[in-house]
């Protein structure tokens, strides 16, 4: 998946939405369907040096059969364009820094920041870190993405034709952008905010309103000055990323077993990783096959290759580690002359890169100037107290291009070749999970560590005295890993995945372990695991948290009747997070009021202003929990109180009859298109939105604001190395992107019903089973 840090939900597109006062849904939908890829017969493209078949299945996946590399990527590039070219086209747009030209000035500093943060150095270097053939991977890629732009040049889809204009043929660099892996990479914001925790109430209580791992104490860097740290130098970084990409509570699940925990005798692997629900859908899947590939699964339409999936002999996927792999760093810059920084007992200038943007509505270019110093981009200048704010990644360096070291990764046969894949994989950090035909499990860390000797990374660092510089990255092998596992088995969800006494420092920010301990929970409960076991444990919808409240509330009584009514449904209820569960709805009405209750007695009101005062349950309920003998009576009453509020808000919501609540009610996962708007384009791109069961914190991770899920597995995949036929995934709301296709939302029953479709792997199975056959011919 390509982790472009807006995500595709490009809400603010919908500023650029058409004038649809001339349109009627009738026409929009003839005009989507007209302009719809043509799936089926022959195309005859320059650039193809032999035929291609391409076979969609039932649910929309291409299975694309080359005699050459060459031509493999060339069609993969085809075909992803021919169902997402206007996704592809904004996300090209976002990452190059040119949607000023379509949007306005709306999108200068989302533009700006996507320029800053360019790679900037060695290009042989660059394309060699992904894999010995990658250039000429991407060039065909790129070729075949062109050949359907000039294909669909006199009819493209119908978004183009609403929105007045044309893509652009892609040049190679599209592939090598660096904000598809920006907002993964952590944690220039967070040392943003934590730097004005510690000047609000001191390093030590900063600390303990954070949940950092392993503990640490917070140490202000020598010769930082906090004052005048604040928002504003995470603010574009903060616009080129918004809607967010993720957040510290959302993840991803994977797990593998070994044929000792399983019905076939041989491993199962299955993973979902968690994004941003849209549409169209993140992800986006395929199969290759040609002489030395044969790969299928998921990725992101602008790449080549797979990112999680399987070929013949190994499946893998991934969760985000968390690594640092983000350092702010503040340059003094010279009174008399604010291009020049302090390096050392030196006035040294900056880099200084002179610009145009085109802006919409503009008649001229708008000059723009990049300024950078031996650390990186800067991102703010504060002339008042001369300093440059500068942004240290790991982005800068060869290889660091989201996801493209999965074209090593799709090759691996076997561990050994798994291993040294690994070495090539810098971004974003992952947990890769592995499993092979042999019967062998695994699991590897991956990415980039900056070594950072003598201080942690957790604040901003002065830039000038040479004391806080990375010292390398730490050698793959060294980060952690195992093979074969004497449990059977391997879990990793966001969590904190540091073996005990771990000797390395690789960051302290982690997703809370609620999902993960669920996970292990059922892994070593039993043994016999099926696919079908799998799908039920990709869906569990048990509430740790619930489980953990539950003994608070045993012991409680009230002489109001609606809180003893409420005390009921709870202390009755299964814990389960299930979509028609009334006692589901009132316990997350319940949480909303229950967090900031609790963590208004606890953050002091000097830091309520940054950390919020919901906090994270995980904090609540430690608080709650540790409540010392004399503050029970307190405690007891929070609870009631906030019971009380809870029914009353739930009335409002669900109606008086509190047997008819349901959760699903209000937890829904809309499909809105970027383009929608509501009106007569939203009546033809929207689709219907489903209520869902759990919440961020069950292993069915359905997190959002407001009650809505935002975040979650668009995509889950479940892999029986036994029999790769039997394998089965889900992708939602479905494979192509263009209004009026079969398959613009065809898998959204499916996922909301927690189903799957069989992910057809052998050539038989895929003739048997596939609709379209389309032929790429050479011209």
């Known amino acids: 998946m390509r982790l472009i840090a807006l995500s595709l939900c490009l809400l603010f597109l919908v500023n650029a939405a058409p004038n649809t006062n001339k349109l009627t849904s009738d026409n929009v939908m003839t005009r989507a369907r007209a302009a719809v890829a043509q799936t089926k017969g022959e195309i005859r493209l320059k650039g193809l040096k032999k035929s291609v078949e391409v076979f969609r299945d039932p649910w929309g996946v291409p299975h694309i059969f080359a005699q050459n590399s060459d031509d493999l990527f060339f069609a993969q590039g085809f075909v992803a364009a021919q169902d997402r070219l206007w996704q592809m086209e904004m996300w090209r747009r976002a990452a190059e820094g040119t949607l000023s030209e379509i949007l306005g000035p709306s999108a200068i500093e989302r533009d700006k920041f996507a320029r800053l943060i360019k790679y900037r150095g060695d290009m042989e270097k660059e394309y060699q870190s992904y894999s010995s053939d990658s250039k000429q991977i991407i060039n065909a890629f790129v070729q075949g993405v062109n050949a359907f732009i000039a294909a669909s040049a006199d009819n493209p889809p119908i978004e183009f034709q609403l929105m007045g204009f044309k893509p652009q043929p892609w040049t190679p660099e599209v592939c090598l952008t660096r904000l598809a892996g920006f907002t993964m990479t952590r944690n220039m914001t967070t040392e943003v905010s934590r730097a004005q925790l510690v000047k609000a109430v001191g390093p030590e209580v900063a600390a303990k309103l954070q949940d950092l791992e392993p503990p640490v104490n917070i140490e202000v860097p020598e010769g930082l000055d906090l004052d005048g740290i604040d928002r504003r130098i995470s603010a574009g970084a903060e616009t080129a990323s918004t809607p967010p990409a993720v957040r510290a509570n959302d993840g991803s699940n994977n797990w593998v077993v070994s044929g000792a925990l399983t019905a076939t005798g041989k491993p199962l692997l299955a993973n979902d990783p968690h994004r941003t629900i849209a549409l169209p859908s993140l992800r986006y899947m395929a199969h290759l096959v040609a002489p030395g590939w044969d790969v299928i699964g998921a990725g992101e339409p602008a790449l080549p290759g797979i990112a999680v999936g399987h070929n013949d002999r190994i499946g893998f996927g991934f969760t985000i580690v968390g690594i640092d792999q983000q350092d702010v760093y503040v340059e003094e810059t010279n009174p008399q002359n ?23 509505g503009k008649d001229q ?14 991102v703010f200048e504060d002339q008042s107290r001369h ?48 499993a092979d035909v042999d019967g062998n499990i695994g699991w590897h860390a991956a990415g980039l560590s900056p070594i950072r000797k003598g201080w942690s990374g957790l604040l901003p660092v002065p830039g000038s005295s040479g004391k806080y510089e990375w010292q390398g990255f730490l050698p793959m092998s060294e980060l952690p890993h195992s093979y074969n ?23 302290y920010e982690w997703s809370p372990p609620v999902r993960a301990i669920r996970i292990s929970e059922v892994l070593a409960s039993r043994e016999g695991f099926t696919i079908d076991d799998f799908e039920k444990l990709q869906h569990d919808v048990l509430s740790l948290p619930a489980r953990d409240l539950a003994p608070l509330l045993k012991p409680l009584r009230s002489t109001d009747a609606d809180v003893t009514l409420a005390l009921k449904i709870l202390n009755n209820w299964d814990l389960r997070l299930d979509a028609d569960s009334p006692a589901a709805a009132l316990f ?66 669900l109606g008086e009859d509190a047997s008819k609540w349901r959760w699903g009610a209000l937890h829904q996962a809309p499909f809105k298109h970027p383009l929608s708007g509501g009106g007569v384009v939203g009546n033809v791109f929207d689709l219907d939105s489903v209520p869902r069961s759990g919440d961020g914190n069950t292993v ?71 609709k379209d056959r389309l032929v790429l011919l050479p011209k």
């Open 485 to 507: 596992s004497a449990s059977h088995f391997i879990a990793t969800a966001n969590n904190n995945i540091l073996p005990p006494n771990y000797k390395h420092q690789i960051g």
């Open 338 to 360: 604010p291009l020049e920084y302090k390096d050392g007992n030196a006035w040294r200038p900056m880099e200084v890169d002179k610009q145009q943007l085109i802006v919409k």
């Open 700 to 770: 069915c991770a359905t997190a959002g604001a407001g009650f809505a899920q935002t975040h979650g597995a668009s995509f889950r995949e479940i892999l029986d190395v036994s029999d790769w036929d039997k394998s089965v995934a889900i992708n939602v709301p479905g494979q192509s992107g263009q209004p009026g296709s079969p398959h613009y939302g065809d898998l959204l029953p499916l996922w909301a019903n927690g189903q799957y479709f069989p992910l057809l792997f052998s050539r038989k199975a895929i003739e048997a089973q596939s």
């Open 588 to 653: 997350e009405i319940w949480l909303n009021k229950l967090g900031p209750a609790v963590m208004r007695t606890h953050i002091p009101k000097e830091a309520a202003s940054i950390v919020g005062t919901r906090g994270s349950i995980f904090k609540v309920i430690e608080y709650l929990k540790n409540t010392d003998k004399n503050s029970i009576a307190e405690r007891d009453s929070v609870l009631l109180e906030t019971l009380k509020q809870a029914m009353t808000d739930a009335k409002q919501r």
């Open 387 to 434: 300093r440059a704010y500068v942004l240290k990644w790991v982005g800068a360096e060869p290889g660091t291009a989201g996801y493209l070291s999965s074209l090593t990764l799709d090759r691996a046969r076997n561990w050994n070749e798994f291993e040294a894949a690994m070495d090539k994989w810098r971004v974003p950090s992952e947990n890769l999970v592995y």
């Open 365 to 378: 270019p708008m000059p723009l100037e990049l300024h950078f110093t031996k650390h990186g981009p800067v």
